[in-house]
């Protein structure tokens, strides 16, 4: 995007057009600018501000009316550099740390609730790139939580913390849960949940090792985490489709729909998209076809990366809906998701 300049009086008018379409979908016309705003110029100057504008590629006529609404360019220059920013609504913010941070189940759960929980709040739909979970195991330790109950705690050597909650038949002492521990570790530290499993099986099977009825239900349990064939390689969480259909309002959007859940069932394509929109911090928005991020305009995508404990970009989250989106309010939300989901993992 080329550089734009404003003066005080134009970025005003230009704030107001946006905020006004935002909110209500309506164009905006030299005459209600004036009434509104209650500026001290003549109609002409309010024409004039509205002409250069227009001519700078910021607002447009949608059809014969007089008023003018944003176009994408437009928008995306006043979410990049006017729009205010505010911090995330406290009510969003105990949603988020609530459904997120529930315990005992897999970091993929996790994920998955990260992405109906966005689909919830935004009202649009939610979507979260997963990471491949089944990684080469820095360390395992088994922890005591209660009688009968452990916590398996598994991290990789990328730094992803993958914690389980697992319930047994029989209580188990700190120091038994210790000795499992070392003991895996030493057998079978560097290689993957998935190869553990299957090393220990073949031992046990072969009567290479001998694991008594209740570390073997340990075990069992234990390593059972992330190793579904989902989890094995990097996949996308997609929540909320069919609030697209509640965003189609009119009959030539049902094209513009119906290409988007061409692209959204293309998991490929779809994994390839966030892949590339999710580098550095902080939340992006792309609009539409300008960016290249959809075969037609009208649609937006904010995208937010999340991070393990070596501070590395491991996954995304994001938000897909009609241009018309309250970016006020999915911004902070997507940007305080994707720090949870940072401070969890990690």
Known sequence: ???????????????????????????????????????????????????????????????????????????????????????????????????????????????????????????????????????????IQFVKIAPAQALVVIVSTDGLIENRLI????????????????????????????????????????????????????????????TTNQANEPHLIIKGQSKLLEDVQAIEDVERARDLFTLIEDQQRMMQLVQSTSDGDGVKVYLGAENDIFNHAGWSMMIAPYKNADNNIIGALGVIGPTRLNYGRIIPILDYTSRVLTKLIG
């Open 167 to 226: 319930e047994l038949d029989k209580d188990v002492s700190e120091s038994e849960l210790q000795r499992l521990s070392n003991f895996i570790n030493e057998l079978c530290a560097g290689r993957t949940i998935g190869d553990i499993s299957r090393t220990l099986a073949d031992a046990m099977k072969k009567n290479r090792i001998h694991l008594d009825r209740i570390t073997t239900d340990l075990v069992t349990k234990g390593l059972a985490v992330a």
């Open 1 to 139: 995007m080329s550089m734009i300049e404003l003066n005080e009086r134009s970025e005003y008018i230009f704030s107001y057009i946006v905020e006004n379409y935002l909110r209500m979908g309506m164009p905006i016309g030299s005459k209600q600018v004036l009434a509104d705003l209650a500026l001290d110029v003549s109609s002409a100057t309010i024409r004039n501000v509205m002409a250069s504008l227009e001519s700078q590629g910021l607002i447009i006529a949608p059809h014969t009316s007089a008023g003018r609404i944003p176009t994408s360019r437009g928008l995306k220059f006043y979410i990049d550099g006017l729009m205010e920013i505010g911090d995330i609504d406290q009510q969003d913010k105990a949603h988020i740390d609530q459904i997120c941070a529930q315990a005992g189940e897999t970091t993929n759960d996790m994920l998955n609730r990260a992405g109906q929980t966005l689909s919830g709040l935004s009202r649009h739909l939610g979507l979260v790139l997963a990471p491949k979970l089944d990684k080469a195991v820095r360390q």
